[in-house]
């Protein structure tokens, strides 16, 4: 487990959906070591964490996109993490783990599946990881349609990492999907 301190009470991370690798994922941390170019992506992060309330009001979300290795993730779980200490709450998924969850689940414990489904569609900041990086299938793109929607019609932040380019995400998904991700 991996715990964070916030002003009141010590927060478990895992129960956010960061695990080890990202704990140390913070602005903090990472301004340390920002190459230049990616300086830019890091204020917009940062801005967007320390002024999130207002972007919640608005439904406001974020598309990280860029090849692998150019800090996407880590800048999504700082702004989490941000979040977490001053919102209390979110959430951190990896697409491939989504899709994994939701089908296990509802195959194991239809109840569960329900109230993780029901996490990911109302909790109050939802960073999916790798966007594109899911298995194809008509279903698949259905439920990431499904629950875009639902959080956007609720004025419930996204954000998205992703190495796939907007044409590549257009091709993937509906023109919806990606217009209200934008």
């Known amino acids: 487990m991996s715990p964070i301190r916030s002003d009141e009470e010590t927060v478990n991370l895992e129960s956010f959906g960061i695990y080890k690798r990202y704990e140390k994922s913070t602005f903090e ?13 890091f204020n917009e992060c940062r801005e967007y964490a320390e002024n999130f309330a207002e972007h919640k009001k608005k439904g406001v979300g974020m598309i990280l996109k860029g090849p692998v290795g ?10 989490l993490q941000k979040v977490i200490r001053s919102h209390g709450g ?14 296990t689940m509802s195959k194991r ?12 569609r109302s909790t109050p900041l939802l960073i999916l990881d790798d966007l594109g990086a899911e298995y194809e299938n008509n279903w698949v793109r259905t439920k990431v349609d499904a629950i875009i929607t639902e959080r956007c019609n609720r004025l419930l932040p996204v954000i998205v990492t992703t190495n796939l380019k907007a044409e590549e995400l257009l ?12």
């Open 29 to 41: 941390n990472i301004e340390k070591v920002i190459p230049a170019q990616h300086r830019n992506a």
């Open 70 to 79: 150019t800090g996407k993730t880590s800048l999504a779980v700082a702004i």
């Open 90 to 103: 979110g959430l951190f998924i990896p697409m491939a783990s989504l899709m994994d969850n939701l089908l």
């Open 109 to 120: 414990d239809a109840e569960e599946a329900v109230r993780f489904e029901n996490r990911v």
């Open 171 to 182: 091709s993937t998904y509906q023109e919806r999907v990606y217009d209200r991700l934008k």
